[in-house]
């Protein structure tokens, strides 16, 4: 099981960045744990200074902009 964190405050694109994760999560087939972390000192804790952020398992892979479906299926696929 991997664990997808969408950091952010709560924006639009925050809410999109997990609407694409759990999708490419679905359409892969991964046994997945969505967490959304919004407390700001946390965020920057990852070095997240933008967001929307996407963190796996801790590993932050996207930052600034939601990834393209493709993308995100890469992304969780790796």
Same mark, same amino acid.
């Given at each position: @099981? %991997?664990? $997808?964190? #969408?950091?952010? +405050?709560g924006c639009p694109k925050c809410g999109m960045m997990a609407e #694409? =994760? /759990? =999708?490419?999560?679905? /359409?892969?087939? $991964? /046994?997945?744990?969505? /967490?959304? $972390?919004s407390d700001l000192n946390? %965020?920057?804790?990852?070095? #997240? @200074? @933008? +967001?929307? =952020?996407l963190a796996v398992d801790g590993v932050v892979k996207a930052v600034g902009k939601v990834p393209a479906f493709? +993308? @995100?299926k890469e992304i969780l696929g790796s």
């Open positions: @099981m %991997i664990r $997808i964190q #969408v950091l952010g +405050t #694409v =994760a /759990e =999708a490419a999560a679905l /359409e892969l087939g $991964i /046994e997945y744990e969505l /967490e959304k $972390i946390e %965020i920057v804790s990852f070095g #997240v @200074m @933008m +967001t929307p =952020a493709e +993308t @995100m």
